[in-house]
């Protein structure tokens, strides 16, 4: 059966995590950024879940081009998640064009064993066959990816490609706008999971600015979608995805 992860970004959707029982928790905040690191108390309470908790290490929103003070940050937050529990890591990072090889080499040491997985820098790469190639030398567990396009949906071909691509040697593991009614299409493309987050939006105000990405009035917040997650889930282990 193809393998589903969660992405959750906060309290709630660990709740929901906790009795949807995905595969694994992609442990993140900020999800309409990309997704950067969580907190320390957050993770802790992922990893209580005993859902296995794979924790994004990303360090500020934006590209994945990092200077030596930013890497330094990502292999020091990728130890700590270690130490706290989880049972893999999500990370990623480019350098002149490429895979960001030092960064990922020292991200598998300090994950000392646990799973990484190659996250979606993966589709921002001229060359993504390439790509694959140096990760699978580099010994990762997983690449994240839509096949290069803005949803998964719409890179059938490049994901069935990938996939063949991989050879078991890396898996591959489709996200960006998985739902419930297109999981069975992208599970048949032959990866080895998919990742959605099944969001809903909850509607707030905001009396007074908080920054440029808050303005006042009335506003939302994304958290997940119990109902979605389930449904996903569902269709996964029906067969309907294969």
């Known amino acids: 059966m193809t393998a589903f992860e969660l992405a959750v970004q906060d309290p709630a959707g660990v709740a929901v995590a906790s009795r949807v029982r995905p595969d694994r928790i992609e442990l993140c905040t900020a999800l309409s950024t990309g997704g950067v690191t969580p907190s320390a108390a957050l993770i802790d309470a992922a990893v209580e879940t005993e859902v296995p908790v794979h924790v994004l290490v990303r360090p500020r929103e934006g590209g994945f081009v990092y200077d030596a003070a930013e890497r330094a940050v990502i292999v020091a937050d990728v130890a700590d998640a270690v130490r706290r529990g989880a049972s893999g890591v999500v990370v990623?990072?480019?350098?002149?064009?490429?895979?960001?090889?030092?960064?990922?080499?020292?991200?598998?040491?300090?994950?000392?064993?646990?799973?990484?997985?190659?996250?979606?820098?993966?589709?921002?790469?001229?060359?993504?066959?390439?790509?694959?190639?140096?990760?699978?030398?580099?010994?990762?567990?997983?690449?994240?990816?839509?096949?290069?396009?803005?949803?998964?949906?719409?890179?059938?071909?490049?994901?069935s490609a990938l996939a063949s691509q991989s050879g078991g040697r890396v898996q591959i593991m489709a996200g960006a706008g998985v739902t419930s009614e297109n999981v069975g299409e992208i599970a048949a493309t032959g990866v080895a999971a998919v990742h959605a987050s099944a969001k809903r939006v909850v509607r707030d105000e905001l009396l007074v600015s908080l920054g440029s990405g808050a303005q006042a009035g009335v506003s939302g917040y994304a958290t997940t979608d119990e109902p979605e997650a389930q449904a996903i889930r569902d269709a996964l282990a029906s067969g309907a995805a294969l």
Do not use: M, Q
């Not at 994950?111 to 589709?123: K, L, P």
């Open 92 to 159: 990623g990072g480019l350098a002149r064009g490429a895979v960001d090889a030092d960064l990922v080499r020292r991200a598998i040491d300090a994950a000392d064993g646990r799973e990484v997985t190659f996250h979606r820098a993966f589709d921002t790469l001229p060359d993504r066959v390439g790509g694959l190639a140096d990760l699978v030398d580099l010994g990762v567990d997983r690449v994240l990816t839509s096949g290069g396009a803005s949803r998964a949906v719409e890179a059938l071909d490049e994901l």
